[in-house]
């Protein structure tokens, strides 16, 4: 079965650091694969998405993902952190149905 | 182009009370996932709806829960005789379309917060 794994539940940066989120899947075949930033109180926003082609893939907010097949991994990456990244942070894979599966989440605490 | 909408955002129930949690998909889009959070965990799919069917509701609770989405108007969850443990924040998403491929993004609206007293 599917399943997206994100090792760290909660992680504090000082604000300015680089960030890395890790996030590992279990998928057969080629995965489509997510991340979500959601702010407190708030929905889900689409940070960049993994289709296919160039595994570096830039979204929103200056964030970056890279898709590795041979670890099975699409960490979350931001040179330097602003205090407005503070949010919880999903990854997310489809499953062979069409659905999304969730990874638990990872807080993230920016320190001043 | 407003997003998708959920309403209420919030919601207070008494056990044993219903609770209807609305959601209308964006402009155009015709396929609905609903998604339930609970406290300290992540999203766990609940049930994947077109207009007038059910496609997927393989994460729905076998009993007391169940959802909708007619010809005309939003989607609806709903949860007969609310108890604590339905306290949540329930999540719907829409797209316009299903990709055969999988390669799906969805919209997700702001959410609606079930407390059940």
């Known amino acids: 079965a599917q399943s997206v794994t994100q090792p760290d539940i909660h992680i504090t940066v000082s604000e300015g650091a680089s960030l890395e989120l890790r996030c590992n899947y279990s998928y057969g075949a080629t995965p489509y694969l997510f991340w979500y930033v959601q702010s407190p109180g708030q929905g889900l926003q689409l940070l960049l998405k993994?289709?296919?082609?160039?595994?570096l893939v830039q979204g929103i907010k200056g964030f970056e993902a890279e898709f590795k097949r041979s670890q099975s991994s699409f960490n979350l990456r931001k040179p330097s952190v602003h205090w407005s990244d503070a949010a919880e942070y999903f990854c997310?894979?489809?499953?062979?149905?069409?659905?999304?599966?969730f990874g638990q989440g990872t807080t993230l605490q920016v320190k001043p | 182009n407003a997003g998708v909408m959920q309403n209420p955002r919030h919601l207070v129930r008494r056990r044993g009370q219903e609770a209807r949690l609305r959601c209308s998909p964006m402009k155009g889009h015709s396929h609905v996932y609903w998604y339930r959070q609970l406290p300290e965990e992540g999203l766990k799919f609940m049930v994947y709806?077109?207009?007038?069917?059910?496609?997927?509701e393989s994460g729905m609770p076998k009993e007391r829960f169940s959802a909708e989405f007619p010809k005309e108007g939003p989607s609806i969850l709903r949860i007969q005789q609310v108890v604590r443990g339905d306290s949540a924040a329930y999540f719907c998403?829409?797209?316009?379309?299903?990709?055969?491929?999988?390669?799906?993004?969805?919209?997700f609206g702001a959410g609606s917060r079930l407390t059940v007293l």
């Open positions: 709806l077109q207009k007038e069917n059910i496609i997927d």
């Open positions: 997310a894979v489809v499953s062979n149905t069409g659905k999304l599966i």
């Open positions: 993994y289709f296919s082609g160039d595994t």
């Open positions: 998403a829409s797209s316009p379309m299903r990709s055969s491929s999988g390669a799906n993004v969805l919209t």
